[in-house]
């Protein structure tokens, strides 16, 4: 109903069964699962001719395990952590933790808008950057030593872990519509490690999430951008 174009193939030659270039959904959600084509559906822009091939859906395949993969990093570190006594308040996180709720700080409205707005590749491209470049890349990249050598109990580990819970439980509220059964398997799992947290039954119960005014710091996200920049 939204779209202006047409399903055409990677060179965006019209598809027919005789030039064989047809790629038929049941197909894809055979070879790839259902999420794959919800994805596919969600990067399109509906105003356009609709492009699928192979080569596209391979794409999205590794944009969805690198999303898929960045929750498991952030659920693995969270399996001693309880929100109501290890939460480190944002006053007391390191300047790099800090960073990290503001780049989340920018998605959630962002995500927000363009549902609204039903600018859903918008979505996908916000939703796998932040995992690929601000999760993958930066953050996640340089906590290593924290997660992995820090005593259970260390204030500076209690603290990734505090941003580790507010970012997978807002990516998992963000991706809901599109990726329904991976956030609902995420919410499950937070939902297992967390009995005595009080969580909805289902992320598809929950409100989006809302962003905690003091994450929004232009100074300190200033700082990073010169600061990587130079990295």
Known sequence: VLTHGFVVDGQGKKMSKSAGNVVAPQDVIKQSGAEILRLWVAAQDYR??????????????????????????????????DPGKHRVSYA??????????????VLIPRVKQAYEDCEFHTIFHALNNFCSVDLSAVYLDILKDRLYTFR?????????????????????????PA?????????????????????????HLAAFPEVDPLWIDPQLAARWETLLTHR
């Open 152 to 176: 259970a109990d260390s204030p500076l580990r209690r603290g990734s872990q505090t941003v580790f819970f507010e970012v997978v439980t807002a990516l998992t509220k963000l991706m809901a």
């Open 179 to 203: 990726l329904s059964f991976t956030a609902e398997e995420i919410w499950r799992t937070l939902s297992a490690q967390m009995p005595g947290f009080s969580m909805a039954k289902s992320v």
């Open 48 to 81: 356009e001719d609709l492009r699928i091939s192979q080569e596209i859906l391979n794409h999205l395949i590794e944009a969805y395990r690198k999303i898929r993969n960045t929750c498991r990093i952030l659920l693995s570190n969270l399996y001693d952590f």
């Open 92 to 105: 007391h996180l390191p300047e790099l933790d800090r960073w990290a709720l503001s780049r989340l700080g």
